[in-house]
């Protein structure tokens, strides 16, 4: 696309807002400039990839902050630009939308089936804005499109992630588009010969099936016409390659019985007509048994809304047939996007509760679409924080492991297993050692350090968030010295702490004291100095109540370093 072409979207797109338009011009100049000279694995130059995935985003008609954070969204990683010069010339808000596109790159899949649902979750909660999620499909749609130029590890390894992360993420956004296309793209890449098998068995396929449709749109046409019912459109849409694929596994491989190999969509105005319509086809033909879903009383989990039938249709064929509204029809393409183009009147019935608990935060994702009445006030809410209390911490492999928020290094380790819990010996985050008592966050990569001999600390029961690591080292003291060691209640209010320092008093000891505390932004609830006889050490007793564990061993840390004092121990009760 061309310079002109792409403003000329934008601006009808917009509503010919000239805003938009000035920032769009700006974002691509900007880009090309900061791009210029660097090539893509195919030769070509890299900003085509920045207009790739901008069109993407033009097709799901998204505002032109994210379309303009699609331009950008290599430039703070792949240039000598910051995310500082993109804030400077466009914004917070776009930076923002870059920064989260440039955090979510660094999530790799690496294949653990078992926890791709935890990787699925941590790539939104990280991502806090479902722009960024948008704009990530994009890239990678593009990324899938000239997959042919990377080196073959690599291909297999980006084709995987995206059958596991983003096709998945792009249906359960309910982008069945953008979800076909990845998935499509992948197949080649993951089953290469079965991929080839079906090319070459579905060209004749296709091709009838298409003939047959170009007989029968008319005859429909002219059918409901009859009974008022005006049809915006009647499309024949061809079943996605894997899709079909997965089908035929089903089905003996035998095309005959895949009776939606070529789908008719008729795409009316309202609900009622599209009832209408099925009345009228199967008026006319007798449906199949069990073939006819009614998604509009029942939509997917996904919110996919429509009526299937399967019909006899003209000359005996098995034909299937989707009917839904204009609104029903884009949400089905363009998903959560399709929000950006309306409002909620005429909003269409639904009622359906989901309990299946792997859709729950997709459910709590529609119920968050349908609180927010127009576009507007739509895009002021997409944050993401439904994951408020959770945070997904990385294996060293890329694995996710989903822990609450204040997990520490002590919680994940026995969320792998129980023994690497039981040995746990030490811990590094991002490749620096932390104390075991460290608050994990969001996207950090965790190495559990292990000693055969180590065993589980009582001491670990003070910081640990997770019952699973509570009981199992409870369960390992008990093996050890015989006792049952009572749970601890949870500190919500934080640790109360009594902490005694040794010194020799000097003049201004306690003012350096009081200020180490103020650093941290602790609340003394108490000070008391006990004086020495000559040679005896002074101690110092400060009350506190803190927030997090770890503060603690970082103010004695801090304590143990000024001058004269010798010693500094603390004693934690919980705080009832
Ligand atoms: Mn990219």
């Not at 894997?242 to 035998?254: A, V």
């Not at 945070?391 to 026995?414: C, E, H, Q, V």
């Not at 564990?549 to 603390?570: C, D, G, M, S, W």
Request: include cysteine.
């Amino acid at each position: 696309m061309e310079l002109n072409e792409f403003l000329k979207q934008i601006s009808s797109l917009s509503g010919d807002d000239p805003q938009a338009v000035d920032i769009c011009r700006r974002a691509w100049e900007f880009a090309q400039m900061a791009h210029n000279g660097q090539k893509r694995a195919s030769g070509e130059p890299y900003f085509n990839h920045c207009v790739k995935t901008a069109e993407t985003l033009i097709k799901m008609k998204l505002d032109a902050k994210t379309i303009v954070a699609g331009l950008l969204h290599d430039v703070a990683e792949d240039t000598k630009f910051t995310l500082q010069d993109i804030k400077k010339n466009f914004g917070a808000e776009i930076a923002s939308l870059v920064e989260g596109a440039t955090k979510l790159g660094k999530i790799k899949y690496r294949g653990d089936q078992q926890r791709a649902e935890n990787l699925r979750k941590m790539f939104l909660a990280m991502a806090k804005d479902i722009r960024v999620v948008l704009i990530k499909l994009a890239d990678r749609l593009h990324n899938m499109q000239t997959l042919q130029y990377v080196k073959p590890e690599k291909q297999k390894r980006i084709a995987l992630e995206t059958m596991e992360i983003y096709a998945p993420l792009a249906h359960r956004l309910g982008i069945g588009e953008i979800k076909g296309q990845l998935e499509d793209l992948t197949f080649q890449y993951l089953q290469p010969d079965q991929y080839k098998w079906l090319i070459e068995n579905i060209a004749e396929q296709y091709q009838e099936r298409e003939k047959y449709v170009e007989k029968i749109k008319p005859v429909i046409l002219q059918e409901l016409s009859k009974e008022n019912i005006n049809a915006i459109k009647i499309d024949a849409r061809a079943k996605h390659y894997w899709s079909l694929y997965q089908k035929l596994q089903k089905y003996d491989m035998n095309f005959e019985k895949i009776h939606d190999l070529i789908a008719l969509r008729i795409v009316v105005n309202t609900i009622e007509e599209c009832y209408g319509a099925l009345g009228v086809l199967h008026k006319l033909w007798r449906p199949l048994p069990g073939k006819i879903k009614d998604y509009i009383a029942l939509p997917k989990p996904n919110g996919y809304q429509s009526l299937h039938t399967t019909i006899f249709c003209v000359d005996g064929k098995i034909t299937e047939f989707q009917i839904r509204t204009a609104k029903m029809h884009d949400e089905a393409e363009l998903g959560i996007a399709a929000h950006w183009l309306y409002s909620e009147k005429g909003k269409p019935k639904t009622g359906v509760k989901l309990n299946e608990q792997k859709f729950s935060w997709v459910s709590q994702l529609r119920d968050w679409q349908k609180k927010v009445s127009g576009s507007q006030e739509f895009l002021e809410n997409l944050k993401i924080d439904f994951f408020n209390d959770r945070i997904f911490a990385l294996t060293p492999k890329g694995d996710a492991i989903d822990l609450p928020k204040g997990a520490t290094p002590i919680d994940f380790a026995y969320h792998i297993h129980s023994d690497i819990g039981d040995h746990c010996s030490g811990a590094k985050v991002n490749e620096k050692m932390v104390p075991l008592s460290h608050t994990l966050q969001n996207g950090d990569v965790v190495e559990i350090l292990i000693q055969k001999k180590h065993k589980p600390s009582r001491a670990w029961l003070e910081f640990v968030k997770t019952s699973i690591a509570q009981n199992r080292i409870r369960h390992s003291l008990k093996k050890e010295f015989g006792v049952e060691i009572a749970p601890i209640k949870k500190q919500s209010a934080g640790y109360h702490v009594e902490m005694k320092i040794s010194c020799q008093d000097r003049v201004g000891l306690v003012k350096d004291v009081s200020e180490e505390i103020q650093k941290l932004k602790i609340n003394i609830e108490s000070l008391n100095t006990v004086a020495n006889h000559k040679h005896d050490p002074a101690i110092i007793t400060i009350t506190s109540t803190i927030k997090e564990r770890n503060l603690i061993e970082k103010l004695a840390t801090k304590l143990k370093q000024i001058k004269n004092v010798y010693e500094v121990n603390y004693k934690i009760s919980s705080k009832d």
